[in-house]
């Protein structure tokens, strides 16, 4: 269930809009020209990767074109708030001092902490354990990730806004979303923790196809991916998901008013009828994909 939130973040952006296309939710494209619907300035939503090898996190001409043009950049959370950043930390801890040592059995317990220890995380292995399991499983995919150094989009994204001196704001704040994993039972989380650690090559593979995906900047493919590993967890895609769509498409309507915005989000988000792009065409937004002209990494 993970790997909604590595989409929940392209790599090649557009040099021209085609801005008659109305209906293709599914082209191959992560940035998205948002008009219409009474906008004096047209905005942008782009599809991002939260953890990618660093050789292809990078922005296109095209993306920084378009950058240029707007006036405010968005994330999920505002990334260039570095004291909220900061103090997210505290967040990440279970709540009522539970450690894992409390959800697993001693053989469990021991197979995660042999885990880490061997992979060389930089937070000791006594303060991980009282992170809610589901952090961990996303510490896991930077570790796993087949590079010696990753980024996220999102990081690339904020350095290009900044050295323009572009504003930033955030669509929800980091306890928010922290909040969001104490939605999911400790155990239930564990569990999950522990299943990922005994597959480790099969989930290793998960991530390389969803990767793809997101370099071919295909979102149908990564629907997909997203609903066949997280189907028979409707509870979870509506949590992590769907709610926070329709959150972000009623602050967005009204954000959008007053400025041109860079919209930078999960990709996971963007695709299905429950997705961003969609539910900004329900309200009368025109949404219209922008392509590169050149190359597919």
């Known amino acids: 269930m993970k790997r909604v939130w590595l989409l929940t973040s392209a790599l090649f952006f557009c040099s021209f809009v085609f801005s008659q296309i109305i209906d293709n939710q599914h082209a191959n494209t992560l940035l998205w020209r948002i008009s219409g619907h009474g906008l004096k300035k047209p905005s942008y939503i782009f599809g991002t990767m939260h953890i990618l090898c660093a050789e292809d996190a990078f922005l296109s001409k095209s993306f920084k074109k378009d950058l240029d043009s707007v006036d405010q950049v968005f994330f999920e959370i505002d990334m260039g708030d570095m004291s909220a950043m900061?103090?997210?930390?505290?967040?990440?801890?279970?709540?009522d001092n539970m450690k894992l040592s409390n959800l697993l059995d001693s053989v469990d317990y021991q197979k995660v902490k042999e885990y880490f220890n061997k992979h060389g995380s930089i937070?000791?292995?006594?303060?991980l354990e009282k992170f809610k399991p589901m952090l961990l499983s996303g510490l896991m995919e930077d570790q796993e990730m087949p590079c010696s150094t990753t980024d996220g989009m999102e990081w690339v994204i904020l350095k290009e806004a900044k050295g323009k001196g572009k504003t930033t704001g955030g669509l929800e704040t980091a306890e928010f979303q922290a909040s969001l994993f104490d939605s999911i039972p400790y155990k239930d989380q564990a569990e999950e923790l522990i299943k990922e650690i005994d597959s480790s090559a099969y989930y290793r593979r998960q991530s390389d196809t969803l990767v793809k995906a997101y370099r071919d900047q295909d979102l149908e493919k990564i629907e997909k991916l997203t609903i066949e590993e997280n189907g028979q967890d409707a509870h979870f895609l509506e949590l992590l998901l769907y709610r926070r769509n329709q959150k972000w498409v009623n602050s967005l309507q009204i954000l959008m008013e007053k400025q041109s915005l860079m919209i930078a989000v999960g990709a996971?988000?963007?695709p299905g009828e429950n997705g961003l792009l969609n539910l900004?065409?329900?309200i009368g937004y025109i949404v219209s994909p922008v392509f590169d002209s050149g190359n597919i990494l």
């Open 280 to 282: 900004l065409r329900k």
């Open 123 to 127: 937070v000791p292995f006594s303060i």
């Open 86 to 95: 900061m103090g997210a930390f505290r967040f990440m801890t279970m709540k």
């Open 268 to 270: 996971g988000h963007l």
